[in-house]
């Protein structure tokens, strides 16, 4: 089994870009995408991105995905920060039977 | 509307058993995999099961295996989990997560129904 290692916490003020990271331990994002999802407080997760770099209707532009060259990194880039976008990020990745999980960032909009 | 709602949840005894369902409305359940993702309380997220369209296709986690059983009725458009020889870290809320089949990522998430493993 592989994981995915994010940064505990990020942060940034009104405004300004922040990149949350997911590294993935073993294989790469060329063969199994990343998908990556908020969690408001008290609220239930949502998908903020899909296969790599696809952003749902709803989601504003201001969020991108990408993923390195190497394709062992993959990153959720949230730009014009606004308070509401203050949440739990998590990146999600699978293999042939499994989905895994990041264990999740915390975003602070000072 | 797309909807998904969990039922089934509770207070149990380690070594207790509980079975959750999960109502689909809104949508063909039966075009889709449905995964169980659960939530320890103050933790992240940890995928539990899926099953998918046609049940042809079931996983586990490891952490569940042996001890967790996935099924469906698609004519009920809806998903169950069986939970035996439950333990104190068995203790989250659960989620039903709906999957287009082969995308491997949920687009749909179910509130969460509460299950507690406790003597």
């Known amino acids: 089994k592989f994981m995915l290692t994010q940064p505990h916490s990020v942060s940034g003020s009104p405004g300004e870009t922040v990149t949350i990271s997911c590294t993935r331990s073993?294989?790469?994002?060329?063969?199994?995408?990343v998908h990556w999802y908020q969690q408001r407080p008290g609220s239930v997760p949502m998908v903020v991105m899909f296969?790599?770099?696809?952003?749902p209707s709803g989601v504003p532009d201001r969020f991108s995905g990408s993923v390195d060259s190497s394709a062992s990194s993959a990153s959720l880039i949230i730009s014009g920060l606004k308070t509401e976008d203050e949440a739990d990020y998590y990146c999600?990745?699978?293999?042939?039977?499994?989905?895994?999980f990041g264990g999740g960032t915390h975003l602070t909009v000072l | 509307e797309v909807q998904l709602v969990e039922s089934g949840g509770g207070l149990v005894k380690p070594g207790g058993s509980l079975r959750l369902s999960c109502a689909a409305s809104?949508?063909?359940?039966?075009?889709?995999?449905i995964n169980w993702v659960r939530q320890a309380p103050g933790k992240g997220l940890e995928w539990v099961s899926s099953?998918?369209?046609?049940?042809?296709?079931?996983f586990y986690a490891d952490s569940v295996k042996g001890r967790f059983t996935i099924s469906r009725d698609n004519a009920e458009s809806s998903v169950f989990l069986q939970m035996n020889s439950l333990r104190a870290e068995d203790t989250a809320r659960y989620y039903c997560?709906?999957?287009?089949?082969?995308?491997?990522?949920?687009?749909?998430w179910g509130p969460g129904i509460l299950v507690t493993v406790s003597s």
């Open positions: 997560v709906r999957e287009e089949d082969f995308s491997a990522y949920g687009d749909s």
């Open positions: 809104g949508f063909n359940l039966d075009e889709y995999t």
């Open positions: 099953i998918s369209s046609r049940s042809s296709y079931i």
């Open positions: 073993t294989g790469n994002f060329g063969n199994f995408s």
């Open positions: 296969f790599d770099d696809q952003r």
């Open positions: 999600q990745s699978y293999d042939a039977s499994s989905w895994v």
